[in-house]
Protein backbone atom coordinates (compact mmCIF):
# COMPACT_ATOMS: atom_id res chain seq x y z
CA UNK A 1 0.00 0.00 0.00
CA UNK A 2 1.01 3.64 -0.32
CA UNK A 3 -1.08 4.92 2.26
CA UNK A 4 -2.82 8.09 0.24
CA UNK A 5 -5.21 8.36 2.45
CA UNK A 6 -2.81 9.10 5.32
CA UNK A 7 -0.77 11.36 3.37
CA UNK A 8 -4.31 13.33 2.34
CA UNK A 9 -5.72 13.58 6.06
CA UNK A 10 -2.51 14.03 8.08
CA UNK A 11 -1.16 16.91 5.41
CA UNK A 12 -4.67 18.39 5.60
CA UNK A 13 -5.40 18.88 9.48
CA UNK A 14 -1.51 19.35 9.77
CA UNK A 15 -2.10 22.49 7.53
CA UNK A 16 -4.91 23.13 9.29
CA UNK A 17 -3.00 23.68 12.46
CA UNK A 18 -0.72 25.77 10.90
CA UNK A 19 -3.46 28.21 9.88
CA UNK A 20 -5.07 28.59 13.18
CA UNK A 21 -1.75 29.33 14.88
CA UNK A 22 -2.14 31.86 11.81
CA UNK A 23 -5.54 33.10 12.96
CA UNK A 24 -4.20 33.24 16.55
CA UNK A 25 -1.03 33.99 16.90
CA UNK A 26 -0.30 35.98 13.57
CA UNK A 27 -3.21 38.27 13.13
CA UNK A 28 -1.22 41.40 11.90
CA UNK A 29 0.12 39.01 8.59
CA UNK A 30 -3.63 38.24 7.85
CA UNK A 31 -5.91 40.42 5.36
CA UNK A 32 -8.61 40.31 7.61
CA UNK A 33 -7.62 39.43 11.58
CA UNK A 34 -9.63 37.19 13.49
CA UNK A 35 -10.26 37.40 17.28
CA UNK A 36 -11.29 34.29 19.16
CA UNK A 37 -14.86 35.27 18.63
CA UNK A 38 -14.31 34.86 14.71
CA UNK A 39 -12.06 31.96 15.39
CA UNK A 40 -14.55 29.85 17.43
CA UNK A 41 -17.50 30.38 15.19
CA UNK A 42 -16.34 30.10 11.89
CA UNK A 43 -14.41 27.02 12.89
CA UNK A 44 -17.41 25.26 14.14
CA UNK A 45 -19.47 26.64 11.27
CA UNK A 46 -17.29 24.76 8.39
CA UNK A 47 -16.20 21.52 10.73
CA UNK A 48 -19.33 19.13 9.88
CA UNK A 49 -18.45 19.88 6.24
CA UNK A 50 -14.95 19.91 5.97
CA UNK A 51 -14.88 16.92 8.15
CA UNK A 52 -16.62 14.95 6.18
CA UNK A 53 -15.68 15.52 3.13
CA UNK A 54 -11.86 14.80 3.91
CA UNK A 55 -12.64 11.90 5.98
CA UNK A 56 -15.11 10.10 4.34
CA UNK A 57 -16.13 11.67 1.00
CA UNK A 58 -12.35 11.54 0.01
CA UNK A 59 -11.58 7.48 0.32
CA UNK A 60 -13.35 6.01 -2.58
CA UNK A 61 -10.63 8.53 -4.74
CA UNK A 62 -7.56 7.37 -2.81
CA UNK A 63 -8.80 3.88 -3.04
CA UNK A 64 -8.99 4.40 -6.81
CA UNK A 65 -5.20 5.88 -6.27
CA UNK A 66 -4.15 2.71 -4.34
CA UNK A 67 -5.76 0.28 -7.39
CA UNK A 68 -4.05 2.21 -10.14
CA UNK A 69 -0.66 0.99 -8.34
CA UNK A 70 -1.72 -2.80 -8.40
CA UNK A 71 1.58 -4.89 -10.56
CA UNK A 72 3.51 -1.48 -10.63
CA UNK A 73 7.38 -1.33 -11.88
CA UNK A 74 9.14 1.18 -10.70
CA UNK A 75 10.77 3.34 -13.08
CA UNK A 76 14.19 4.88 -13.89
CA UNK A 77 15.50 8.36 -12.08
CA UNK A 78 14.85 9.71 -15.89
CA UNK A 79 11.71 8.89 -16.12
CA UNK A 80 10.77 10.16 -12.31
CA UNK A 81 12.33 13.09 -13.50
CA UNK A 82 10.18 13.58 -16.42
CA UNK A 83 7.03 12.58 -14.42
CA UNK A 84 7.55 15.07 -11.92
CA UNK A 85 7.87 17.92 -14.49
CA UNK A 86 5.08 16.89 -16.16
CA UNK A 87 2.44 16.60 -12.70
CA UNK A 88 3.98 20.27 -12.07
CA UNK A 89 3.23 22.05 -15.35
CA UNK A 90 -0.27 19.51 -16.01
CA UNK A 91 -1.43 20.24 -12.41
CA UNK A 92 -1.01 23.78 -12.29
CA UNK A 93 -3.16 23.94 -15.36
CA UNK A 94 -5.68 21.47 -14.32
CA UNK A 95 -6.34 23.44 -11.45
CA UNK A 96 -6.75 26.20 -13.93
CA UNK A 97 -9.06 24.58 -16.16
CA UNK A 98 -11.37 22.82 -13.41
CA UNK A 99 -12.00 26.15 -11.13
CA UNK A 100 -12.75 28.23 -14.43
CA UNK A 101 -15.36 25.66 -15.10
CA UNK A 102 -16.52 25.77 -11.46
CA UNK A 103 -17.42 29.09 -12.20
CA UNK A 104 -19.59 27.78 -15.24
CA UNK A 105 -23.34 28.37 -14.66
CA UNK A 106 -24.42 25.07 -14.36
CA UNK A 107 -21.24 24.25 -11.97
CA UNK A 108 -21.53 26.99 -9.91
CA UNK A 109 -24.63 26.13 -8.72
CA UNK A 110 -22.11 23.61 -6.28
CA UNK A 111 -19.33 25.72 -6.36
CA UNK A 112 -21.66 28.83 -4.36
CA UNK A 113 -21.03 26.80 -1.20
CA UNK A 114 -17.16 27.71 -0.54
CA UNK A 115 -17.83 31.58 -1.77
CA UNK A 116 -20.54 31.61 1.16
CA UNK A 117 -17.77 31.48 3.41
CA UNK A 118 -16.33 35.13 3.37
CA UNK A 119 -13.69 35.05 5.93
CA UNK A 120 -11.36 32.92 4.50
CA UNK A 121 -8.58 30.62 6.68
CA UNK A 122 -6.71 27.80 6.23
CA UNK A 123 -9.20 24.54 7.90
CA UNK A 124 -12.31 25.97 5.63
CA UNK A 125 -10.27 24.93 2.05
CA UNK A 126 -13.05 22.40 1.76
CA UNK A 127 -15.72 23.54 2.71
CA UNK A 128 -17.52 22.87 -0.46
CA UNK A 129 -21.18 20.77 -1.79
CA UNK A 130 -19.72 17.04 -2.36
CA UNK A 131 -19.78 17.36 -6.00
CA UNK A 132 -17.52 20.38 -5.86
CA UNK A 133 -15.12 18.31 -3.57
CA UNK A 134 -15.16 15.61 -5.73
CA UNK A 135 -13.40 17.74 -8.87
CA UNK A 136 -11.10 18.82 -5.99
CA UNK A 137 -10.04 14.98 -5.40
CA UNK A 138 -10.14 14.39 -9.36
CA UNK A 139 -7.35 16.90 -9.15
CA UNK A 140 -5.34 15.67 -6.17
CA UNK A 141 -5.38 12.00 -7.59
CA UNK A 142 -4.45 12.39 -10.96
CA UNK A 143 -0.50 11.77 -10.84
CA UNK A 144 -1.79 8.40 -10.09
CA UNK A 145 -4.37 8.22 -12.72
CA UNK A 146 -1.65 8.54 -15.14
CA UNK A 147 0.04 5.52 -12.94
CA UNK A 148 2.96 8.31 -12.54
CA UNK A 149 5.52 6.84 -9.61
CA UNK A 150 3.49 6.82 -6.28
CA UNK A 151 6.21 9.33 -5.13
CA UNK A 152 5.60 11.66 -7.25
CA UNK A 153 1.81 11.38 -6.17
CA UNK A 154 2.60 11.80 -2.79
CA UNK A 155 4.74 14.58 -3.19
CA UNK A 156 1.44 16.27 -5.36
CA UNK A 157 -0.80 15.41 -2.52
CA UNK A 158 0.83 17.17 -0.01
CA UNK A 159 2.14 20.31 -2.22
CA UNK A 160 -1.69 20.87 -3.48
CA UNK A 161 -2.58 20.58 0.67
CA UNK A 162 0.03 23.44 0.83
CA UNK A 163 -0.90 25.48 -2.01
CA UNK A 164 -4.40 25.55 -1.09
CA UNK A 165 -4.74 25.41 2.12
CA UNK A 166 -1.89 27.88 3.41
CA UNK A 167 -1.14 30.30 0.31
CA UNK A 168 -4.92 30.39 -1.19
CA UNK A 169 -7.34 30.32 1.97
CA UNK A 170 -4.85 31.61 5.49
CA UNK A 171 -5.40 35.08 4.00
CA UNK A 172 -2.07 36.13 4.55
CA UNK A 173 -1.61 39.82 3.24
CA UNK A 174 1.86 38.67 1.48
CA UNK A 175 0.96 35.60 -0.59
CA UNK A 176 -2.97 35.01 -0.32
CA UNK A 177 -3.98 38.60 -1.77
CA UNK A 178 -4.37 37.01 -5.37
CA UNK A 179 -7.00 34.29 -4.17
CA UNK A 180 -8.70 36.91 -2.03
CA UNK A 181 -9.28 39.10 -4.60
CA UNK A 182 -11.02 36.41 -6.77
CA UNK A 183 -12.85 35.36 -3.25
CA UNK A 184 -14.25 38.98 -3.38
CA UNK A 185 -15.15 39.16 -7.44
CA UNK A 186 -15.31 35.30 -8.71
CA UNK A 187 -14.55 36.32 -12.23
CA UNK A 188 -11.07 36.61 -12.02
CA UNK A 189 -7.27 35.07 -10.74
CA UNK A 190 -8.59 31.12 -11.04
CA UNK A 191 -4.82 29.77 -10.04
CA UNK A 192 -1.31 30.73 -10.71
CA UNK A 193 -0.73 35.01 -11.62
CA UNK A 194 1.36 33.51 -14.88
CA UNK A 195 -1.91 31.30 -16.26
CA UNK A 196 -4.31 33.88 -15.43
CA UNK A 197 -1.97 36.78 -17.45
CA UNK A 198 -1.74 34.31 -20.09
CA UNK A 199 -5.66 33.67 -20.29
CA UNK A 200 -6.39 37.36 -19.67
CA UNK A 201 -8.55 36.81 -16.15
CA UNK A 202 -5.59 38.09 -14.01
CA UNK A 203 -6.66 41.18 -11.84
CA UNK A 204 -4.24 42.73 -9.77
CA UNK A 205 -6.09 45.73 -8.19
CA UNK A 206 -5.90 44.78 -4.89
CA UNK A 207 -6.96 48.45 -3.67
CA UNK A 208 -10.36 46.13 -3.05
CA UNK A 209 -8.89 44.34 -0.35
CA UNK A 210 -8.48 46.43 2.44
CA UNK A 211 -6.76 44.76 5.61
CA UNK A 212 -8.97 44.98 8.73
CA UNK A 213 -8.30 44.42 12.14
CA UNK A 214 -10.84 42.59 14.29
CA UNK A 215 -8.36 41.62 17.25
CA UNK A 216 -10.74 41.66 20.70
CA UNK A 217 -11.84 45.01 21.68
CA UNK A 218 -13.79 46.34 25.07
CA UNK A 219 -16.60 46.36 23.32
CA UNK A 220 -16.34 42.85 22.54
CA UNK A 221 -16.61 41.68 26.32
CA UNK A 222 -19.29 44.37 27.01
CA UNK A 223 -21.35 42.65 24.35
CA UNK A 224 -21.37 39.40 25.77
CA UNK A 225 -24.34 37.14 26.81
CA UNK A 226 -24.74 35.59 30.08
CA UNK A 227 -24.37 32.17 28.25
CA UNK A 228 -21.39 32.84 26.78
CA UNK A 229 -18.56 31.00 27.97
CA UNK A 230 -15.06 33.02 27.64
CA UNK A 231 -13.74 33.57 30.72
CA UNK A 232 -10.51 35.14 30.03
CA UNK A 233 -11.75 37.88 27.89
CA UNK A 234 -11.11 40.09 30.60
CA UNK A 235 -7.41 39.14 30.81
CA UNK A 236 -7.15 39.36 26.84
CA UNK A 237 -8.28 42.90 26.72
CA UNK A 238 -6.00 44.02 30.13
CA UNK A 239 -2.79 43.04 28.87
CA UNK A 240 -3.34 43.88 25.01
CA UNK A 241 -0.35 45.86 25.10
CA UNK A 242 3.85 45.50 23.84
CA UNK A 243 5.02 44.83 27.11
CA UNK A 244 2.24 41.97 27.67
CA UNK A 245 2.13 40.79 24.60
CA UNK A 246 3.46 36.93 25.63
CA UNK A 247 0.49 36.35 28.09
CA UNK A 248 -2.15 38.12 25.41
CA UNK A 249 -1.31 35.22 23.02
CA UNK A 250 -0.98 32.87 25.89
CA UNK A 251 -4.29 34.12 26.91
CA UNK A 252 -5.77 33.19 23.79
CA UNK A 253 -4.91 29.36 25.13
CA UNK A 254 -7.59 29.00 27.28
CA UNK A 255 -9.77 26.43 27.67
CA UNK A 256 -12.87 28.66 27.59
CA UNK A 257 -11.63 30.21 24.32
CA UNK A 258 -12.55 26.64 22.50
CA UNK A 259 -14.99 24.71 24.23
Keep these: ?23 IFTIDNRINSMNIFSVKKNYIKVSHLVNTNVLLRSIPFLFLAELMYINYEDVSYITFLCQYIVTLILGSNLEYLLHRLRH ?3 LYNYHSKHHTQKLLFGYMTFYEHPYDFYLSMILIIFPALL ?3 PSITHSWILLYLYKTVIIDHCNLFFYGKHYNLHHEVKKYNFGYKYIDNFCSTFNNNYSIIKKKNDDIKESDIKNLSPFDNYKCYSYLCKTHDKESKIKYNLGKLHYSNFF
Design 104 to 106: TNY
Design 147 to 149: RFS
Design 1 to 23: MNYFYLYFIIGYYTYSVLGLIID
